[in-house]
């Protein structure tokens, strides 16, 4: 099972983007699993970025996106979002979503994401 990020692009400093994350394959429920969003810029470490405990509804931000960025899912649809507001060309990266199951940590193939200044 890998988690599919999609939703990236190329938008304005200001603007903002809604990320998406899917799984592959049946199997990992991201209402019953912690998930998270990553980022890595060039040249850079992966850095977390935000996160969402399983069932319930706790959520935590990184400090360089709290207040700007909303993680959240869609049961139904089994699928994790990033919301991103306010984005500033440092957002800059590709994005990565996270599962953790147990003892077996799920990523996928990330998405880009370009603020231009």
């Known amino acids: 099972v890998q988690l599919q990020a999609s939703g990236g692009g190329l938008v304005q400093t200001g603007g903002s983007l809604r990320l998406s994350c899917t799984p592959s394959?049946?199997?990992?429920?991201?209402?019953?699993?912690?998930v998270a969003w990553y980022r890595q810029a060039p040249g850079k470490q992966r850095e977390w970025v935000a996160g969402m405990s399983p069932g319930g509804s706790g959520t935590n931000y990184s400090d360089s996106v709290k207040g700007r960025f909303t993680i959240s899912r869609n049961n139904a649809a089994n699928t994790l979002y990033l919301q991103m507001n306010s984005l500033q060309p440092e957002d800059t990266a590709v994005y990565y979503c996270?599962?953790?199951?147990?003892?077996?940590?799920?990523w996928g193939q990330g998405t880009q994401v370009t603020v231009s200044s």
């Open positions: 996270r599962g953790i199951r147990g003892a077996v940590v799920y």
């Open positions: 394959a049946s199997g990992f429920r991201v209402i019953a699993n912690y």
